[in-house]
């Protein structure tokens, strides 16, 4: 492996990054879907790098509702823990927009460092963490104050980050060296390195923390990382070119969407293989999944589409047109 440090390029990168288990139980699951609509935010937003937009869908109609422009290279986005704030990674000219859910406008830019690639709102809302992928940095944003507060050295190329579930570990899925790197958000300073799989490009962590999972879009498969020993307890195969991750809302099933085949690998965490596959759209290169588990909503970024999976039957249930190159996807909680 070069030594040499990588360089992200939003306009010339690869096609796969800019174009970038058990089930629950009955009771709870009816318990969650029982909840009033009154409770619940009721949004998908898809950033859409080719116009420089953010697409707005209604998740009761799977309808487009409204666009809103950002900077240019939209490849990250993150929602606050109340779904009133957007946040948005512009890699192209190094910002963030803060989006305001109500009025679905942009109400504050914030610059970052080179190629700000992926970001995640702290659980708590106080804080925005944003990849910058050429800097191999992150910056930690105040979010009352929209400003920079620290900017922390990691890995070479992050171009993915997570939190735990209590908020007081950041991973980041460093796609130039193979790694993760670990951090303490208490004091802003990195702990660990684990040496993952080729390329990772996305990671999520369970919502006890126990476990981060790095999807490796070279070798094609996922690092099941151990939180309490930073070290790689198992490898699991998945389809062709993992280039993004996200898990349900009591750590299981882990979802991979493969860029190269068009499918989404449900993943058992704890047989530690592919319980299913589904059939997407073109190039999906995004993935998300809503705050009770039952939907997930995947950007096809050569279809322009977003494809919504009803997740107990693991079946597309519908496809939904957005801008442009749909490149990164985040559900109100």
């Known amino acids: 492996m070069t030594t040499e440090r990588r360089t992200f390029n939003p306009r010339t990168t690869t096609p796969h990054w800019m174009h970038r288990a058990a089930r629950c139980t009955l009771p709870l699951l009816l318990a969650c879907i029982a909840l009033p609509a009154s409770a619940r935010n009721s949004h998908v937003y898809v950033t859409n790098d080719g116009d420089a937009s953010v697409s ?17 290279g939209p490849l ?6 109340d ?7 512009n890699a192209w000219d190094n910002t963030l927009s803060v989006i305001d ?5 942009v109400t504050a830019t914030v610059p970052m460092e080179r190629a700000p690639a992926s970001l995640v709102a702290s659980r708590d809302g106080t804080h925005v963490y944003v990849a910058n992928a050429n800097s191999s940095t992150v910056s930690v944003v105040d979010t009352a104050s929209n400003t920079v507060i620290a900017t922390i050295p990691v890995g070479s ?17 460093n796609a130039g060296d193979n790694t993760v790197t670990v951090i303490d958000t208490a004091t802003n300073t990195v702990t660990a390195s684990v040496t993952a799989g080729d390329s990772p490009f996305s990671i999520v962590s369970g919502p006890l923390g126990a476990r981060v999972y790095a999807g490796n879009f070279g070798s094609n498969d996922v690092s099941v990382i151990d939180t309490a020993t930073n070290t790689v307890k198992a490898t699991i195969a998945v389809g062709t070119g993992p280039d993004a991750i996200a898990i349900g809302p009591l750590g299981f099933p882990v979802y991979a969407a493969n860029y190269v085949d068009d499918t989404v690998s449900v993943i058992d965490p704890f047989g530690k293989k592919v319980a299913a596959t589904i059939t997407v759209g073109h190039g999906p290169v995004a993935l ?18 977003v494809s919504v999976i009803n997740l107990l039957t693991n079946k597309v249930v519908a496809t939904v047109n957005t801008g442009s190159l749909p490149a990164a996807i985040a559900v109100q909680p």
Do not use: K, M, Q, W
Not at 157 to 168: F, K
């Open 288 to 305: 998300a999944v809503n705050h009770i588990g039952t939907r997930g909503y995947v950007a096809n970024a050569d279809a322009n589409t």
């Open 76 to 81: 990250g986005i993150g929602v606050s823990p």
């Open 157 to 173: 190329l992050p171009i993915a980050i997570a939190e735990n579930g209590n908020g007081t570990r950041l991973f980041t899925a």
């Open 83 to 89: 779904g009133d704030t957007i946040y948005v990674a």
């Open 56 to 72: 707005v869908i209604d998740t009761a109609t799977n309808a487009v509702t409204a666009t809103v422009p950002v900077g240019r």
């Open 101 to 105: 859910a109500a009025a679905n406008a």
